[in-house]
């Protein structure tokens, strides 16, 4: 049904500006999980091969940093321009192989090539400081220098925003990459290297290299001493091992990793809006987001009406291929993803949990969960500290602020919160107070490539988006001087 869309798209690696088999031959299946069923064979990256992706970037290295940031600068605007040309047919690629549906993928890929849109913008941008040292008298001029080859590894949940988050600004920085994308979803980003050609990206300097062998094949390349920079996103137990990988040659890491955002509700709350607010933070992505709301504190006043609305909305959903018209659940990525959201369902209906709308897994084919809302979770619930990853809403109720914050605040992960009050100056005393780097405040969406998006305590290290994404991939030299 759907051969036409992939007739054209590229299954090999992608280095050097070429399309080249792995070294070895293998390749790995990609699976559209609304169906089961194979739809593509993509090439599987030795370590060979990921020493030819840097060698490749080495090469093309010196010019690509040595071009006026005008001339960088076009060429991201031209691949922002050229995405949005071909939107339609990236966002149906995406559903194909990430299973959600085509109104998410839409509004994936806009935000994708908007990454290659402001970093064009701040390309151009890239400002030192002069000043003098107090006690010598001596110029100090900053300036800031591409830090060298990144080695960008990205999860399967947003398989074009996750990357090109990290592109636009290597690319606008000056530095060459290497990205390994997720194997559950490599095609979306070989289908965007066309696009990246057609814009004048130079070979060299984007190369992919998918492979089932991730573990040997990013550590071959993180100990190769001309990668400078780790930009990883993905989950917190990989992240880890790759941060102890980095340290043996000192490389610059970004790295975002997994969330466990609390959407606290205030008593003072517009309803309503809060419900809207609470459909896109549970729902955008099927709740397959870090930054998905996974623990919901409602003021024990306004549960129950809260409640009601939330699951009048989640109910209404439409589960089934996001392909299809008015879809708007499509299946979760794969076997593992759905059993785990059944596990911690179960987990939290044993100990006590009401489901109040879904919770039923649907005979397959396809790895399809409902749109649930449980309530009276217990606070032993696994799915309090775990990511829940899937269209799952949990419902807790709370009775004064300072408990709200202190229950928000109690996880090792830092990334996003969500809170809704009609006092902004409760809004911003208690955003304050919670320990996330990202707040939602009377919002359900936090993403925005001019924002600094990024977590503390286990969430991550370093910021994408805004001018500090392009600092992940630069060096700061300054220059003493006497004139
Ligand atoms: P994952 O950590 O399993 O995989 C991420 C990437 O790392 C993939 O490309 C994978 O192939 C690769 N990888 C896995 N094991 C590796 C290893 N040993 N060595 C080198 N590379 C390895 O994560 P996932 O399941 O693809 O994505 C979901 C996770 O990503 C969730 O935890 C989610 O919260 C997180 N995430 C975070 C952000 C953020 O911005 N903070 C955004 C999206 C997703």
């Known amino acids: 049904m759907y051969e036409n869309l992939l007739a054209n798209v590229p299954t090999d690696l992608w280095i050097g500006g070429k399309w080249c088999k792995s070294s070895d031959n293998q390749r790995f299946d990609v699976i559209d999980p609304a169906t089961e069923k194979v739809i593509a064979s993509v090439a599987s990256a030795t370590v060979e091969d990921a020493k030819r992706a840097v060698d490749a970037a080495q090469e093309a290295f010196p010019a690509w940093a040595a071009k006026k940031p005008r001339e960088r ?45 402001w970093y064009a913008e701040e390309a151009v941008r890239n400002i030192g400081h002069i000043s003098m040292a107090p006690a010598t008298g001596a110029r100090i001029v900053a300036q800031h220098k591409p830090a060298g080859i990144a080695v960008l590894v990205t999860p399967w949940n947003f398989p074009a925003a996750m990357a090109t988050r990290k592109i636009g600004p290597a690319l606008a920085a000056g530095c060459p990459v290497v990205l390994k994308p997720a194997s559950d979803t490599p095609l979306t980003m070989l289908a965007l290297m066309p696009a990246l050609e057609e814009a004048g990206v130079p070979p060299g300097v984007v190369n992919v290299v998918p492979s089932r062998r991730s573990g040997p094949v990013v550590s071959a390349m993180l100990h190769d001493p001309r990668v400078r920079v780790l930009s990883f996103t993905g989950s917190t137990e990989v992240g880890r091992k790759l941060l102890h990988e980095a340290a ?96 911690l369902v179960d987990d939290a209906v044993a100990k006590g949990a009401k489901v109040l709308t879904g919770g039923k897994t649907p005979t397959g084919p396809g790895y399809f969960y409902p749109a649930t809302v449980i309530t009276n979770v217990s606070n032993d619930a696994k799915m309090l500290n775990e990511e829940i990853f899937g269209p799952v809403a949990s419902i807790q109720t709370f009775k004064t602020e300072d408990e709200a914050i202190t229950r928000a605040n109690d996880t090792e992960y830092g990334l996003v919160a969500y809170l809704y009050t009609k006092d902004l100056s409760r809004g911003m005393r208690v955003s304050e107070k919670l320990d996330f780097g990202m707040i939602g405040l009377n919002r359900g969406l936090v993403s925005d490539p001019a924002a600094p998006f990024g977590g503390t305590k286990q969430s991550g290290l370093g910021r994408e988006g805004a001018q500090e994404g392009m600092k992940e991939f630069q060096e700061t030299q300054y220059v003493s001087v006497i004139w």
Request: some cysteine.
């Open 73 to 117: 600068a076009e060429i991201l605007r031209k691949a922002f321009e050229i995405i949005m040309r071909d939107a339609e047919r990236f966002a149906k690629l995406i559903t194909l192989e990430n299973g959600k549906a085509l109104s998410d993928s839409r509004g994936e890929i806009a935000y994708a090539a908007e990454f290659f849109r």
């Open 248 to 343: 043996d040659n000192i490389i610059k890491p970004s790295m975002e990793l997994g969330g466990n955002a609390p959407f606290i509700v205030f008593e003072d709350a517009d309803i309503d809006a809060a419900v809207d607010g609470a459909m896109i933070a549970k729902m955008r992505n099927m709740g397959e987001a870090c930054t998905a709301a996974n623990r919901f504190y409602v003021h024990d006043k306004v549960h129950d009406e809260f409640a009601k609305k939330l699951t009048g909305k989640m109910a209404a959903l439409k589960v089934g291929n996001g392909l299809d018209d008015g879809v708007s659940v499509g299946p979760l990525v794969n076997k593992e993803g759905r059993d785990k959201v059944i596990e």
